[in-house]
């Protein structure tokens, strides 16, 4: 099983839709989460960590279930510009390595 | 303040051939890293380095050297390149402490191996 796993997608949403994508992870990847973001042919940019308690940063919102062990990224009023791979990441136990999903692509169109 | 840059941007080696790839930062970053991004496979970890003069293996180190002389540079290099190496290379770089986790990204060596 891999560490983390994502559903490629890709999701296919109209602008202003809500949107959410579910990433699930095994006990070696569980000691912190983040969602990245990589548009086509570029590198990844860190979008948001995840907390416990659950984080918002404007139209995004991150939530963490530990006892179902998955993280959830929410997009509401989905832009033209969210179109992109959203990567599921999470931190190794072990060390000062992240361990990351395969990424899920989201389309939105007009 | 460049970030992190990554030379050369495209290459095409042929089987058995050398190339190394240089990656620096100028955001005095302890921690540097070498991925690489495959359809599929999500980025998988090369080798990285917690500081200068240091080095360690990653997921998939085979067929890689690396090497941190300064600070601000980790070079990756292939010594004899193969078909299975064709792929896209991400450096990045992280501070230290809780800052570790926020990792930035080079623009990313697009190699083929023919």
């Known amino acids: 099983r891999k560490e983390v796993e994502q559903d490629p997608g890709p999701f296919n949403v109209p602008e202003g839709a809500t949107v959410a994508f579910n990433c699930t992870y095994s006990?070696?990847?569980?000691?912190?989460f983040f969602w990245y973001r990589q548009d086509c042919r570029k590198e990844p940019k860190l979008l948001m960590s995840?907390?416990?308690s659950g984080n918002e940063d404007g139209r995004f919102t991150a939530q963490l279930n530990r006892a179902s062990q998955y993280i959830s990224l929410l997009i509401r009023d989905s832009k033209l510009s969210d179109s992109a791979t959203y990567l599921c990441?999470?931190?190794?136990?072990?060390?000062?390595?992240?361990?990351f999903g395969t990424g899920t692509r989201l389309l939105v169109s007009p | 303040n460049a970030g992190v840059t990554q030379t050369p941007k495209f290459r095409v080696l042929k089987t058995g051939q050398s190339m190394t790839l240089l990656c620096a930062q100028d955001?005095?970053?302890?921690?540097m890293y070498w991925y690489r991004q495959d359809p599929g496979m999500g980025l998988r970890l090369i080798h990285y380095?917690?500081?200068?003069?240091?080095?360690a293996k990653g997921e998939v180190p085979d067929g890689y050297n690396v090497s941190r002389l300064k600070k601000q540079n980790f070079l990756l290099g292939l010594e004899s390149a193969a078909p299975s190496q064709t792929s896209v290379y991400f450096c990045?770089?992280?501070?230290?402490?809780?800052?570790?986790?926020?990792?930035?990204f080079g623009p990313g060596t697009r190699l083929t191996v023919l």
């Open positions: 955001m005095n970053h302890e921690y």
């Open positions: 990045a770089s992280s501070s230290w402490g809780l800052a570790i986790d926020t990792q930035y």
């Open positions: 995840v907390y416990s």
């Open positions: 380095s917690v500081g200068e003069g240091t080095t």
């Open positions: 006990n070696s990847a569980s000691q912190s």
């Open positions: 990441v999470g931190r190794d136990t072990g060390f000062q390595k992240l361990v």
